[in-house]
């Protein structure tokens, strides 16, 4: 079985600030690992996935994550936030025969001016 | 747009109905996933289907059910509904089965129960 904990349930950031979201995963078989996000009233957005190779993934929107083993651990970073940033994220896990995601339960990002 | 399509959008109904939820997924995918998203339980996964075949089921109750049409729509039904009940109804989509696939999703059905 697989689970994520994301750390912090609502992170505050102001706008040019580099925004930080902590991920960290629990998996008995190598992960494939994803950060979504949600804008209000709208379903879930791909912002970026691990699954073999480099660990360091670029995604849309700025974002990157860096997937570490001995950490167990898939932060999600940007150097800058933006106002239009202000979303909630989520982490998500699938490994083995666990084809369906198994998410975190969310961190809200809000950007101040 | 995910092209990942979902019907109703929003639906109020009372307590001891019976609901559908439709899904189109899509273009050329073939797995379905439906998930529920609460403020207690937060994103939940229900069921996957494969080709129309149930490939994984977690924590569903047993008033809902799903299936997955030779078209490959999906549809969730729910019945005897709660006040629990009442939250967002994730459908999703990937091509296969493959772990590392991305999971595309629709906007959700949201759902209220009187």
């Known amino acids: 079985a697989q689970s994520v904990t994301q750390l912090g349930s609502h992170v505050s950031v102001s706008e040019g600030a580099l925004v930080l979201l902590r991920c960290n995963y629990s998996s008995s078989v190598p992960p494939y690992l994803f950060w979504y996000v949600q804008y209000p009233n709208q379903g879930l957005q791909l912002l970026l996935k691990y699954t073999t190779g480099a660990t360091l993934v670029k995604g849309i929107n700025g974002f990157e994550a860096e997937f570490k083993k001995s950490e167990t651990s898939f932060h999600l970073t940007k150097p800058s936030a933006h106002m239009s940033d202000a979303a909630e994220y989520f982490c998500?896990?699938?490994?083995?025969?666990?084809?369906?995601?198994?998410f975190g339960s969310g961190t809200q990002l809000t950007v101040l001016p | 747009d995910s092209g990942v399509t979902q019907t109703p959008k929003h639906l109020i109904t009372a307590t001891g109905q019976r609901v559908t939820l439709r899904c189109s997924p899509r273009?050329?995918?073939?797995?379905v996933y439906w998930y529920q998203q609460s403020l207690d339980q937060g994103l939940q996964f229900l069921i996957q289907y494969y080709n129309g075949e149930e490939r994984a089921k977690g924590n569903i109750l047993e008033r809902f059910s799903a299936q997955q049409f030779p078209d490959l729509h999906s549809e969730l039904n729910l019945s005897s509904l709660e006040l629990g009940d009442s939250a967002l109804y994730f459908c999703?989509?990937?091509?296969?089965?493959?772990?590392?696939?991305?999971?595309?999703f629709g906007e959700g059905s949201w759902l209220t129960v009187v």
């Open positions: 998500a896990v699938s490994a083995g025969s666990a084809r369906q995601l198994t």
């Open positions: 273009s050329g995918d073939l797995s």
């Open positions: 999703a989509s990937s091509a296969d089965t493959f772990s590392g696939n991305t999971i595309y």
